[in-house]
């Protein structure tokens, strides 16, 4: 089965750019070429080269080894917002879709509601009420990703609770909660994991802006966006600095959104 997704070109390059980047993350978790708080005042600022294969940044920080830590929080935080994101509003979508009626009528006026506000903004003031950190970021993020999974789940069981297959599963004496995530779920989780792969590369965005705007990870934390916010005033001087953080959350964007392509054309074409 897995194999018509390889066909497809935009989920194999994204599948490709994602294995690289995953690759340099398992490393990572074993071993960085220096201590990614380790100082060296001496060799800041200094350009790619056998020492250090990516420059070192202002404080002499070798930046392959913070890239490579970056690369960790930003997948870290991407895994938290997308999974909790996908629970709550598979749980708030699936019970909306299904049961209908004035409960789908009364969940969906609070999803709506939440996805009329800039879900940025919303993270903003979520992070400015209960502080910095990983632990409030990913859940900020979580929240933000919720009514997409909410309205993607809800849109799937309405189209399949009244399907033929369902209606014999009723005859048959199971229950709500079988039907629900045994026999309607399988149905919708390429929709699911499209939306995962979207919002995954969105989470990574949204971590990488509230890091550069100082609001999301804190310094002296490896993470992509506080690279990029510390290597903006020395652009001139040291423009691979500006570069490196730049085209790696590109990659990370971009290999997740060709898999979130790549996913909705093939099972598109299924049907």
């Known amino acids: 089965m897995i ?4 066909r497809n070109i935009e989920f194999s390059i994204g599948f490709s750019i994602l294995l690289l980047i995953l690759s340099v993350l398992v490393v990572s978790f074993f071993y ?24 070192t940044d202002q404080f002499g920080r070798d930046i392959l080894s913070r890239v490579m830590k970056g690369i960790e929080v930003s997948i870290l935080i991407g895994c938290l ?27 969906m006026k609070i999803i709506d509601s939440l996805m009329a506000f800039p879900g940025v903004l919303l993270a903003m003031m979520l992070i400015a009420v209960s502080g910095n950190g ?11 990703a919720i009514p997409r999974f909410a309205r993607i789940s809800r849109s799937g069981y309405m189209e399949y609770r009244d399907k033929d297959f369902i209606k014999a599963e009723r005859i048959r004496g199971a229950g709500n909660i079988r039907i629900m995530y045994i026999h309607i779920l399988p149905n919708i989780l390429a929709e699911l994991s499209a939306t995962a792969s979207l919002s995954f590369a ?8 509230l890091s550069y705007l100082g609001l999301g990870m804190q310094p002296p934390s490896p993470s992509l966006g506080i690279m990029l916010s ?42």
Do not use: C
Not at 3 to 6: L, P, S
Not at 232 to 257: C, E, G, H, K, S
């Open 134 to 144: 990983l632990k409030n970021t990913a859940i900020a993020l979580a929240i933000m």
């Open 230 to 271: 510390e290597a903006q005033d020395y652009m001139l001087r040291a423009p691979w600095y500006v570069l490196i953080p730049t085209v790696t959350i590109a990659l990370l964007v971009i290999a997740f959104n060709l898999l979130a392509d790549g996913i909705r054309d093939v099972n598109g074409g299924a049907k």
């Open 81 to 107: 917002s997308v999974i909790s994101g996908l629970v709550f509003g598979l749980l708030i979508g699936s019970v909306s879709g299904y049961v209908g009626g004035k409960v789908d009528e009364a969940v």
């Open 202 to 209: 969105s989470a990574i965005m949204s971590e990488a802006g």
């Open 3 to 6: 194999k018509k997704y390889f």
């Open 32 to 55: 960085t070429p220096y201590d990614v708080e380790a100082m060296d005042l001496a060799n800041r600022l200094d350009k790619p080269g056998l020492a250090h294969l990516l420059g």
